[in-house]
Structure formats: C-alpha cells, structure tokens
C-alpha cells in the first residue's frame, strides 16, 4: 500500500487541488480550531495556504503522513479521487474519531465502502450549489485550470454539523 508521500501511482486521478473559493464557500462552518490539512499529497501546499489566509490556524505539510501522525483538533481536506486511497483515509478518519470537513465526489456516498465505513457515523453534508471546481498542479506550478468538472461534490462533516446545509 502507498502512503501519502508515494502517491506517483494516484497521479492520474490525485493530482487535482482545491481552489480557495471552495474554502471561503464554507468557511463559517468550520470550527475556530486548530486545522489538519492532512492531505496536502503533491501539492504547492496551496490548500494550507488559503484556510490560512481565510483566517485558521492550521497545521500540516505535504512531508507528514496521514497514517503515522495525529495532529489538530478538527480535520479538513479534500481527500483523494482514487479509491483505494479514499477507503484507507476513511478508516483512518474513523479510527482518529475528530471532527472533520472532507470534500468528496457525491457519488461517493452511495458506494459500499462508504456505507461499511462511516455508515454509523452521525455524518452530515454541506450541499454546494454548483460543482466545485479543481485546479491541476505539477511540482507544485499550475497547470491547469478548468471549470468543467464532470461531477459534483459535497462536504462530508462529522461532529461538526447538526443538520444539512444547502449553500
């Protein structure tokens, strides 16, 4: 199994980042606590940056591995597309028990893995209006910009909400 700082093979799919306005659309349901941006993966660390600048404390860097450390009082990221590395972040998300904002394709939801995962989790979900779009970046220069995402997403919280959010 790859960790988080050996993920070459993830490439074709992991290699799309979050923009800052996908951070500011929720930024008043994030709790003023201390943040782990834990997957920050192959990134310029770009996402740190702007929860940083939106105003958090937030911890984390693109050399710490996700499933060797425990840092933060609450979890934000956008985990990765490719599967066999979502389903082990989300058993580890579990086994962490934090509270949590991950961005995740909203199909994601209905799959089995994420019912056997998290399906006895008091999960709630910040429903975007539009798809959230992604930015490509390599050796940490943007690539790519795009605004034809094929698929929408959704915020997945745990411990965080008490009710489901349209915005």
Known sequence: MANLRDCSKFNIHDDFFTRKKSW?????????KIIWEFCLLNSNEQSKKYLEELGFEVVGDKTIDFFEHNLGEVLVSNIPFSSELKIRML??????????IIIMNSMNIFTKYFKEILGDKDLYFIYPSTKIHY?????????????NTSFYSVYVTYKILDKNIFI
């Open 24 to 32: 500011e659309q929720i930024k008043d349901f994030i709790p003023n």
């Open 91 to 100: 058993k580890r998300l579990v086994e962490l028990d934090k509270p949590f």
């Open 135 to 147: 930015d490509k970046y390599k050796d940490g220069e943007l690539q790519e910009t795009k605004n």
